[in-house]
């Protein structure tokens, strides 16, 4: 599991070599200073459509060039972004909003309420939060220009909340035409209302992405506040740039060719941290979960024992040491660590070093038949590519024909789409991450549905879980909320909807040049940025 050069690279980086490392940016135009940020990013961005997909990559490109109707604030409580005024009911069944004055499309229009009425109601066939909306919704349609409503059969406490959650696919606003897409359709232009501008004519795909600064954006006079706020730019251009070699990226940081790489390997951090130019930072301090997808829709894990059998096998703590020594530790609740409702029902399974028999049991009693098991290996994520590799030695050792599939995560994101058998590019298993801080709602977390083929990636389904999680939206209390939390999780490790590794805090490096980042859970934000 060790990366080849490594150790080689190291060396050189130690002698003060780093340097004369080929760069693949050598050949590309230097950045005027100041005004330029060169990033490198976790994957590779092949999706655009940030309510097409759930990956953090597409959602950070949508927080770039969309704007959203409400935005979360450092303390997680909703505020007006693209609103400018809201109200409702007396019964609490309509509420009626408004845009905002100096709203508009990177084209030259003005935003419209007809724009986020279709917006809304495109995000809510796939966002969890958005179906529950229009399962109470009586109508959702423009008032004037400005103007909208969102009139309910009965009241929605939380609706806000909803708009404004920062899960994703998040509630980005697009222009009417393109929402009026299904959401199982990709859109094709990048043409939104937010404070950077999609540059085509520099989009290099495999290669680099280029933001500009929208001259025309109006953001808030408050001050910027989580997501919430001013989204005041600062730069005039960011570029992302596509490294999959980790050893290269870094040592582009450290020739100042870039100022950001968002997933430093472990084993690098310690000559980060030694070297004075640069810094290590924790982003989101609430951590990430590490969750492991299986495909309910194909052999084997069709079947409810050979889950089971992973759910034994997994030893969380060897998963972290190979993803993230310095900063994991094990998580047995489906609603992360750390959040209100994280709790420690029906977790018997859980055991220090896994149980490798008991798995071999269960898949023996599940009539496993020797299937292939495939297993999405995303090689440009170095963490989910070691756990990935770990997976596969782990289930042979106990009679299982594993494979891995190596692609960078790009790949990845787009295979798991596929709901077909492996002969026809299908999948079984695959490794992503969620923040601990979205797995406390089950309303709004795709990862905590349970619904077939309208769930997340891997499509668990139970009947009992979901109409446990359904009852959350009437639940008023915390007490209510922890009690239902114990139900549901009781359900969750039966049936075994997914099955969690770990859960780790991930810094990003930078070079102390580049301040301003907002640290926030899911999304990185390029706005508030500035380079000094």
Request: glycine letters at 8%.
């Amino acid at each position: 599991m060790t990366i080849s050069r490594r150790d080689l690279i190291k060396i050189g980086m130690a002698a003060g070599t780093v340097v004369s490392i080929p760069s693949i940016l050598r050949a590309q135009t230097a950045p005027t200073a100041a005004q330029m940020v060169r990033m490198v990013k976790t994957g590779e961005l092949r999706v655009f459509d940030p309510i097409w997909t759930t990956a953090s990559i597409t959602a950070d490109h949508g927080a770039a060039i969309y704007d959203t109707l409400f935005a979360l604030d450092s303390k997680f409580m909703p505020q007006p972004q693209m609103v400018g005024k809201w109200g409702v009911s007396d019964d609490k069944k309509t509420y009626t909003l408004e845009v905002r004055d100096g709203l508009g499309w990177h084209d030259g229009t003005p935003v419209t309420a007809a724009d986020c009425v279709a917006s809304i109601r495109r995000w809510a066939q796939v966002a969890p939060g958005g179906q529950l909306i229009m399962e109470r919704a009586k109508d959702i349609s423009k008032k004037d220009d400005k103007t909208f409503t969102i009139s309910l059969r009965e009241p929605l406490r939380l609706l806000i909340h909803i708009l404004a959650d920062l899960t994703t696919p998040c509630l980005f606003i697009m222009r009417e035409k393109d929402a009026n897409h299904p959401a199982t359709e990709q859109v094709s232009t990048n043409i939104g209302s937010g404070p950077f501008k999609f540059n085509e004519a520099l989009a290099r795909p495999g290669a680099s992405f280029a933001y500009d600064r929208n001259e025309q954006y109006v953001p808030r006079n408050n001050p910027p506040d989580g997501f919430a706020g001013g989204k005041i730019v600062k730069v005039n251009r960011v570029t992302w740039d596509n490294i999959s070699d980790q050893q290269t990226a870094l040592a582009a940081l450290q020739a100042g060719e870039i100022d950001y790489f968002e997933s430093p390997p472990a084993d690098l951090h310690t000559l980060i941290e030694s070297d004075p130019n640069l810094e290590l930072q924790v982003l989101d301090k609430a951590g990430w979960d590490v969750v492991l997808r299986m495909n309910f829709l194909q052999k084997p894990f069709d079947n409810v024992k050979t889950r089971q059998a992973v759910l034994h096998l997994i030893d969380q703590e060897a998963f972290m040491r190979v993803m993230n020594p310095n900063y994991g530790r094990p998580v047995t609740s489906i609603f992360g660590n750390d959040t209100p409702v994280s709790n420690d029902e029906n977790t018997g399974w859980y055991k220090k070093g896994g149980d490798p028999e008991k798995a071999k049991q269960l898949f023996k009693e599940a009539g496993y038949a020797g299937e292939k098991v495939v297993i999405l290996q995303p090689t440009d994520w170095s963490g989910a590519s070691n756990a990935s590799q770990l997976l596969a030695a782990a289930l042979r050792k106990i009679g299982v024909n594993a494979e891995l599939a190596p692609s960078d995560w790009g790949g990845v994101v787009t295979r798991r789409a596929n709901k077909g058998p492996i002969g026809d590019g299908g999948w079984s298993i695959f490794i992503t991450d969620e923040p601990d801080y979205s797995l406390g709602n089950p309303l709004t977390e795709p990862m905590l549905t349970a619904n077939g083929d309208k769930a997340w990636y891997g499509w668990p389904k139970s009947d009992e879980y979901e109409a446990l999680r359904a009852e959350w939206s009437n639940v008023e209390t915390l007490e209510e909320r922890e009690a239902l939390a114990r139900k549901m999780q009781r359900v969750w490790w039966d049936f075994v909807g997914d099955v969690r590794l770990g859960k780790y805090v991930s810094p990003i490096a930078r070079a102390k040049t580049l301040t301003g980042l907002i640290g926030m859970p899911m999304i990185v934000p390029m706005w508030n940025m500035q380079k000094v």
